[in-house]
């Protein structure tokens, strides 16, 4: 087999294994990894600001902002206004948001970030820079992501488009995440 090919079943393997995480993760808690993440990020800290919280999680603003509407919308999360300063607004877990924690998986992430601290610094580098080269290669470094292992768009509801193998790539049809699962 030649290298190329190795690299791209290596590519694959990392793509399925984040696609299965994520259907695990959706099927056992309803939520996706920056969900999660998010409501991970408020338990440790018991309530956060929403600029806060998107420093924390490596996410806009707004991007945190539509998902916690949605976490709210489940009655996961509630939103307070301050106490001394009503304009700022907090984001606290709900009963149902700590048990939902507690029953979701850990992040994927965790597990990769917990081997990728083990190995020696040069291993490390290497990856980092073998990495960033692949992304390089894909046309995808100027791609805006976060430190999230999780496949699709962050806020699964936003539609995206795909092309329709039946019109050979002439037309473009417009799906929500949620119709694929």
Same mark, same amino acid.
């Given at each position: ?7 791209l ?15 695990k ?25 929403m ?12 991007t ?14 509630e ?11 907090? +984001? ?6 700590? /048990? %939902?924690?507690?029953?979701? !998986? $850990? ?6 970030? #917990? ?29 805006? +992501? ?6 699709? /768009? %962050?806020?699964?509801?936003? !539609? $995206? ?5 039946r019109? #050979? ?13």
């Amino acid at each position: 087999m030649a290298r190329h090919e190795d690299v791209l079943i290596a590519l694959r393997q990392i793509i399925r294994a984040t696609d299965l995480y994520s259907r695990k993760l959706s099927k056992v808690s309803g939520l996706t990894s920056p969900q999660l993440l998010i409501m991970q990020a408020i338990a440790g800290k018991g309530e956060m600001t929403m600029g806060d919280l998107a420093s924390e999680v490596s996410l806009s603003q707004a991007t945190v902002t539509t998902i916690l509407d949605r976490l709210e919308k489940r009655e996961l999360i509630e939103r307070k206004r301050g106490e001394t300063d009503k304009r700022r607004v907090y +984001a606290c877990l709900t009963q149902g948001g700590l /048990a %939902i924690i507690d029953q979701a !998986p $850990t992040p994927l992430q965790d597990e990769f970030i #917990a081997r990728f601290d083990r190995l020696e610094d040069w291993e490390q580098s290497l990856i980092l820079s073998s990495l960033q080269r692949v992304a390089a290669m894909m046309n995808a470094e100027d791609i805006d +992501a976060s430190p999230v292992l999780d496949l699709g /768009a %962050i806020d699964r509801a936003q !539609p $995206t488009l795909e092309l329709s193998a039946r019109t #050979a790539g002439t037309e473009a049809t417009t799906h929500s995440k949620a119709d694929h699962k």
